[in-house]
Every structure is written in structure tokens, then in C-alpha cells.
């Protein structure tokens, strides 16, 4: 398996793998557009045979703050570490960026919680950062949880 930023080959295969998820209620859909401009974003997890099989995408919002974004690994490639690997990415360029606060907004916030996240009252967040919030079915109902960590190497 290889973590590597993502190209825009691989954009058909995010939007895939991102819309697969959105349909189970997981996380928001996303436009195949929206990954082409975005593309910058995104790693991707590839298998052996070169095969997409994760994503995620680090969005900077602020100053100091950046969200992970649309991370899904295929169902059949979970529990390897895969995720794990793609916020590591994530939290790295974070980091080199010189960005020292990461958030994320999850329906899974315990597996975020063993990563080292905490979680965040989403008030506390810059209103921009729920400017996708609109596409969401579950808008105005949000259910998902913020969380978030330092991304400084101490």
C-alpha cells in the first residue's frame, strides 16, 4: 500500500469510493467537480496493482486551520491501517504548512479519538467551515461530531 497525493486520474476513483459511503448516510457526496477542483486536496491509498482503495483531503480554512475531509477507504481494505496512514498525510502537510490546529467533522469520532483527537464544541469552529453544510441531507439536523488536534511536532 502507498499514500501519495492525489492526480486527476484518480478523481473518478475518489468520487467513487466518497459517493459510495455518502449513500450509506456516511459522509457528504461530492460532485465529481467539486474533486477536480479540489484535487490539490486529496491523497489516495493505492493497493499493490495500483488500485485506488482511500482518500482524504486536507482543506486549509484559516490561518492556523485545516480540515481532513472525505476519508473513506474501500470496505474491503479496512482495518490495515489505511485511514490511520491517510491522516497522517494529512496531519504531516498540516504541519509543513504551518498549520497547527486540524479538525474533522465524523459520524465516527471514536476511531478519531484513538488517533489523538479531542473533541471540539463545533461552535467553537470559524462559521466558514460550514459553508458545505447546505448540500448535506442531514442539514439543518447535523449528527456529526467535531474533533480535533494539534498537528505541531513536539
Known amino acids: 500500500m502507498k499514500i501519495a497525493k492525489a492526480n486527476v486520474t484518480d478523481a473518478t476513483k475518489i468520487h467513487h469510493i466518497v459517493n459510495y459511503f455518502a449513500g450509506q448516510g456516511c459522509m457528504l457526496a461530492l460532485a465529481l467537480s ?45 482495518l ?33 479519538l484513538k488517533k489523538g483527537f479531542r473533541l471540539t464544541d463545533k461552535n467553537e469552529l470559524p462559521s466558514k467551515i460550514w459553508t458545505d453544510c447546505y448540500r448535506c441531507p442531514k442539514y439543518p439536523n447535523c449528527d456529526s461530531v467535531a474533533l480535533q488536534v494539534s498537528s505541531s511536532k513536539s
Open 34 to 78: 467539486d474533486i477536480y477542483e479540489g484535487i490539490r486536496d486529496y491523497y489516495v491509498a493505492t493497493s499493490d496493482d495500483g488500485d485506488v482503495i482511500g482518500c482524504a483531503a486536507l482543506h486549509v480554512s484559516w490561518i492556523n486551520l485545516a480540515e481532513i475531509r472525505s476519508l473513506a477507504v474501500k470496505e474491503s481494505d479496512q
Open 80 to 112: 490495515h491501517g489505511i485511514a490511520s496512514s491517510l491522516i497522517n498525510a494529512c496531519i504531516d502537510e498540516a504541519n509543513t504548512l504551518g498549520i497547527n490546529s486540524v479538525f474533522c467533522l465524523s459520524q465516527s469520532p471514536d476511531f478519531f
